[in-house]
Structure formats: structure tokens, C-alpha cells
């Protein structure tokens, strides 16, 4: 098992940044996939941003290619996800994820998830 804690979300205006941070105990040799996922209320939860811990190959959804970041420290088990340029549709409750095996920018290969923080982006 994989416990997985967030932290770093909150209200920031638009044009604004923010830095989500997400820290992995328990068996964190499973977790070779981590990620930032979202759910805005009446939405599907969506990819935002995954790394590979082996091969350091980073996915961006087309809608934050160039404002999001997402980096990791392996050696902490922590994964960041640094925001600029947030727009209002930004807003959402963010989650981390983390799994096993499978492709970085599939959903499916995610299987931990933490508890969600919420960003919101509003003036």
C-alpha cells in the first residue's frame, strides 16, 4: 500500500501561481508512476500532469502544457507540481496519484490516490 498526502492548494487570483507538493510512504518502491490529477464539480476527474520515477519522462495535459511544472524528488518521495499562470478554470480539487506499472498518461495506471486539495483561481 501507498499513502499518499497533498498539500499547497488554496485561492490565488488569476495570473497567480501556486506549488502543490505530495509526499508517498508505505511501499513507495510500487510507486513508479506519480501524478497530479483534477475534478472540477460536475466534471470527470483528468490527468493534469505524470512522471516516470526510472525514466524522468513527464506528461502535460494540452490545457497546462507551458504553465504547469511537475517535478520529483526520489529521494524525499515527494512530487511537486508547480502552477503559473493559473486561469480560472484551473479551479478544482486536485489529487495526487501514484502506481505500479503502465504508461504515464494513462488514467488507468494510476492506483493510489491522496485526499484532494482545492484550488481556486478567482479575483
Known amino acids: 500500500q501507498v499513502q499518499l498526502v497533498e498539500s499547497g492548494g488554496g485561492w490565488v487570483q488569476p495570473g497567480g501561481s501556486l506549488r502543490l507538493s505530495c509526499t508517498a510512504s508505505?511501499?513507495?518502491?510500487?510507486?513508479?508512476?506519480m501524478g497530479w490529477f483534477r475534478q472540477a464539480p460536475g466534471n470527470e476527474r483528468e490527468l493534469v500532469a505524470g512522471?516516470?520515477?526510472?525514466?524522468?519522462?513527464?506528461y502535460y495535459a494540452p490545457f497546462v502544457k507551458g504553465r504547469f511544472t511537475i517535478s520529483k524528488n526520489n529521494a524525499q518521495n515527494t512530487v511537486y507540481l508547480q502552477m503559473n499562470s493559473l486561469l480560472p478554470e484551473d479551479t478544482a480539487v486536485y489529487y495526487c496519484?501514484?502506481?505500479?506499472?503502465?504508461?504515464?498518461?494513462?488514467?488507468?495506471?494510476?492506483?493510489?490516490w491522496g485526499q484532494g486539495t482545492q484550488v481556486t483561481v478567482s479575483s
Open positions: 512522471t516516470h520515477s526510472a525514466t524522468g519522462y513527464k
Open positions: 496519484a501514484a502506481g505500479s506499472s503502465g504508461l504515464v498518461a494513462i488514467k488507468t495506471s494510476y492506483n493510489y
Open positions: 508505505g511501499q513507495t518502491f510500487t510507486s513508479s508512476i
